[in-house]
């Protein structure tokens, strides 16, 4: 029996108790692996352990449970039946497509992950059910894409890749592992336990608690399945599990393992990349750093250099803290957050309640159930056709994605690259702040030395993308091809939910780092060129700002292949930013 | 239902502790919202609630918790009988949850679904509203809940009584109630109409000093372990949180507040550029239910400060390019007005 094969420790963590350490959120395309890792799952779990499939387009009365109208009627006093959730009780909620599960039923989730029952009022119903279940998340997400809500994440405790060509080991060993440590249980956790995941929380920049509660009772069972008591070893798995998937950064290296111009802990972890033409000085300060980290030192324990090892060693080699993932969940209101608006014809099912037949489509078996139960009072004789009044009337909200998705595509490299920054961060959060009306999303792609990464995801959050832009580092060579192909990515993920995506480009230079990660000025130039065309091909509206002092031929030149416009802003700040933005139609 | 995690269990989160004793004290204060990181027990504190509201007195068999003494808009049945005369019973203060997949009918009420299944009878089953009467509403997710029926709420709580027109039934009952609305901002920001109608907004952040992670996490642990010992060993100190409320309700019609006081709300609304008299109003009542918790006499500059974060953060303009925010703002007044 190997620990260290975290899917197969990950599955008998959830067969002894998932409750306890919150599920999991198992990512990986569909195929023999995760069939596998399933089967193996179901082996663990205790004989008649529930494992109910939540599907994709379960309706509301099917995932919390309602009225009952046959056995109702037949046995004379009102039957309430309980929903998916409810049925999973004791058990796991098997949810395949994790990244496709609608708001609505993201939102009815919560409640009983945190909670342990489902508090039922609906359609003349009112009950409280038990529902102490955990959730089996299959996240098939790539990797452009935003994956789960995050309110679900949140609540998700194992965040687990698959590796599609794992194969489950021998059940036995485990099988009796687990045998005993049920019968035996785990114990309270000892306090030196407690104290090191509460700080590992801390270190790892991850401040919510749900995670360190999580990990806390994933460390003592697998002491216990060790039979030892908790040790550096046991708690480095849990982290593994539970912490490091959602950190925000590491704990910090011993000085002289960095390099003076990176500051952010997220990239501590990499070698100090060899500067491929130029490498210069941030001329400015970085940006502030998170609040939390201006608390006085000393008060955060180091979490034992042994566990961050141990975690460590589970990952692959080039692995830094992921980008914050998960999507934002959306109010159910009708074109209330203003990111929908309402479509009769084309919008996609968004919501069913009483309404006004002449003016949208009539949902014909909300229609019937709402009658059903009042022929009796409204005195319909049996064989009479059914008495359907005005109020009995439901219909469908139907609803299509509004408004649009700016993508900023921002050049960090070079000397200025620390005040282009900052003035985009503003231009930013002035989008954001009035995206509320102007129905904008925002995305920023940064490119800095060899590579391009997404740093603010598609986002409307104000409070989110601040947060996100914390932290932004400067300096290195110019991989613009990169940075036009994540824009793209993004932009075409927008498309398919129907949002109108623009790209906006910032620099004051030439790229010299290609498609590949490799320097060498032409090849550099060719590559961002050749996507620029792909931009035009895909008719993705597209503009540079260019903050050169005296303006750069090839981003003229650049914005021409792309089909869209240069304009030169030797200035820019971030309410010029924001205003070519506006002036651009595009808000 | 299972045993809830004591309210005074709770590590830290002073702030929105005081919100909502201070809503308990005076329900008039028009509701909270208490928004922030996520897993810092939002939700916790508010299904820790009625262990420490005193109990209140009810008309027996009433479905609206009317208050026996008489009320000021009784629901039907009651409105016809003689106050002080009937039966009567003491339930714990009502603190009714508004789960997100509620439907329309479930919160105001409808038809008896079974009577009108079984009998064939047309009588008013009452909702949600009509339970949280004298009590606490809460919606978690708050920015979550369908639009219509955020509305539906708040014109409720602002009235005081829900009316139904439906399925050939008029009734109109009492449901006063404070709104409780929890919710993390990365989900999306309320409307600013729907923002300014509640009456205090606190915010909330995971407790950033190891000590304070590991008493969070160790009672957790202790709760999910065995919840009912963990309830008994934690009643003593949400039985004195309860005689304080007791108390502190009492003394609140008699709190003198000192005309400088006022002059200060109003200085600190102005500099503020705080619009309308709801902000004023709420830090007034605040601070008295503030002082009356600390079963003082008479309302204190400090407990002005103390209140206005609360009363007054989600009611400024925002400016997205002043990176310190809104509570920030808020103390900096502060400290230019009081020192």
């Known amino acids: ?587 | 239902m299972a045993t809830p995690y004591p309210f005074s269990a709770i590590v830290g989160q002073d702030e929105m502790k005081l919100a909502l004793r201070i809503a308990a004290v005076d329900p008039t204060i028009g509701g909270v919202l208490v928004f922030g990181d996520r897993g810092t027990g939002k939700s916790t504190a508010v299904r820790g609630l009625p262990a420490l509201l005193p109990p209140i007195r009810t008309v027996r068999d009433c479905a609206y918790n009317c208050n026996p003494d008489g009320a000021a808009t009784p629901c039907p049945t009651c409105g016809k009988r003689e106050p002080g005369k009937g039966r009567t019973r003491t339930i714990p203060v009502p603190v009714v949850d508004l789960p997100l997949g509620a439907t329309e009918d479930r919160v105001v009420g409808t038809l008896d679904l079974e009577r009108a299944l079984v009998d064939g009878v047309r009588s008013f089953e009452p909702g949600l509203l009509a339970r949280a009467n004298r009590g606490f509403l809460y919606i978690d997710e708050v920015n979550l809940l369908e639009d219509h029926l955020v509305d539906l709420l708040l014109d409720v709580a602002a009235s005081g009584e829900n009316v139904v027109e439906r399925e050939g039934i008029s009734i109109r009952h009492p449901a006063r109630f404070v709104l409780v609305g929890s919710g993390n901002p990365e989900e999306g920001d309320l409307r600013p109409q729907l923002l300014d109608r509640f009456g205090l907004s606190v915010e909330v952040t995971t407790p950033r000093v190891v000590e304070d992670r590991m008493e969070v996490l160790r009672r957790r642990d202790a709760y999910d372990r065995d919840p009912a010992g963990f309830h008994r060993r934690w009643s003593g100190q949400d039985g004195r949180l309860r005689s304080n409320l007791r108390r502190a309700r009492k003394l609140l019609p008699d709190l003198v507040v000192p005309d400088e006081l006022l002059r200060m709300a109003t200085e600190l609304c102005l500099a503020l550029e705080v619009d309308g008299l709801r902000g004023e109003l709420t830090l007034l009542r605040g601070a008295r239910a503030a002082a009356a918790l600390e079963e003082e006499s008479v309302v204190q500059p400090r407990h002005l400060r103390e209140i206005a974060p609360s009363a007054l953060r989600h009611r400024l303009r925002r400016d997205p390019l002043d990176e310190s925010g809104s509570t920030v703002r808020v103390e900096r007044a502060l400290t230019e007005l009081l020192g």
């Open chain 1, 1 to 587: 029996m190997e620990l260290r094969d975290l899917p197969s420790l990950a599955a008998a963590l959830l067969a002894l108790d998932a409750r306890g350490v919150g599920g999991i959120c198992l990512r990986g395309p569909t195929g023999p692996a995760v069939d596998g890792w399933l089967a193996f799952l179901r082996t663990l779990l205790p004989e008649g352990t529930p494992v109910r499939k939540l599907p994709l387009g379960v309706t509301p009365d099917r995932l919390l449970g309602g009225p009952d109208l046959t056995a109702t009627l037949a046995q004379g006093r009102r039957v309430i039946r309980g929903g998916v959730i409810h049925e999973a009780d004791g058990g796991l909620l098997l949810t395949p497509s994790m990244e496709r599960i609608t708001d609505e039923v993201a939102a009815a989730l919560l409640a009983p992950l945190d909670h342990g029952e489902i508090h039922l009022e609906r359609e003349g119903c009112s009950a409280t059910l038990p529902a102490r279940v955990a959730l089996l998340g299959l996240d098939e997400s790539r990797d452009e894409e935003e994956g789960p809500p995050r309110a679900l994440l949140e609540r998700t405790g194992i965040h687990l890749t698959l590796d599609p060509r794992w194969t489950p080991p021998p059940v036995e060993p485990w099988m009796a592992a687990v045998n005993r440590v049920r019968t035996a249980g785990a114990g309270v956790p000892p306090v030196e336990l407690v104290r090191t995941m509460a700080a590992a929380g801390l270190e790892l920049g991850i401040p919510s608690l749900r995670p360190s509660h999580f990990a806390l009772r994933a460390a003592a069972l697998i002491a216990a399945l060790k039979g030892a008591p908790p040790d550096p070893d046991a708690v480095g798995l849990a982290a593994a599990l539970i912490l490091l998937p959602r950190a925000t950064r590491l704990p910090e290296a011993p000085p002289e393992d960095l390099p003076p111009e990176e500051v952010p802990q997220d990239e501590a972890q990499e070698p100090p990349p060899p500067p491929p033409e130029e490498m210069e000085e941030p001329e400015e300060e970085p940006p502030e750093e998170e609040p939390q980290q201006e608390k006085p030192e000393g008060e955060v324990e180091p979490i034992p250099d042994q566990v961050v090892e141990v975690a460590r060693a589970m990952l692959p080699p080039d692995w830094s803290p992921p980008a914050s993932r998960g999507r934002t969940m959306r109010g159910r209101g009708t074109g209330r957050s203003g990111d929908e608006t309402e479509d009769r014809a084309r919008g996609r099912r968004k919501a069913v309640r009483p309404g006004d037949p002449r003016r949208r489509r009539v949902d014909l078996g909300a229609t019937l159930r709402a009658a059903a139960p009042w022929q009796k009072v409204r005195g319909r004789e049996p064989g009479q056709s059914l008495r359907i009044e005005t109020g009995d009337i439901h219909v469908q909200i139907r609803v299509r994605p509004l408004g649009g998705q700016s993508i900023f595509v921002v050049d960090a490299s070079g000397s200025q690259a620390m005040r282009r920054l900052g003035e985009v961060k503003g231009a930013v959060e002035l989008l954001l702040a009035e995206s509320y009306r102007s129905r904008e999303e925002v995305a920023l792609v940064v490119f800095r030395d060899r590579d391009a990464r997404v740093l603010v995801p598609p986002t409307r959050s104000l409070t989110r993308a601040k947060r996100l832009l914390r932290g932004l580092a400067g300096g290195g060579g110019t991989p613009m091809a990169r940075g036009i192909e994540r824009a793209l990515e993004l932009a075409v993920a927008g498309r398919r939910d129907g949002k109108a995506c623009r790209i906006l480009l910032l620099s004051d230079g030439r790229p010299n780092v290609n498609r590949q990660g490799l320097g060498g000025r032409r090849s550099a130039m060719d590559d961002a060129l050749a996507l620029a065309r792909e931009v035009q091909r895909l008719q993705i509206p597209f503009v540079v700002l260019d903050t050169s002092p005296r303006g750069m031929d090839f981003l003229r030149e650049l914005a021409g292949a792309a089909g869209g416009d240069a304009h030169h802003l030797p200035r820019a700040d971030a309410r010029r930013i924001r205003d070519r933005v506006t002036s651009e139609g595009w808000t």
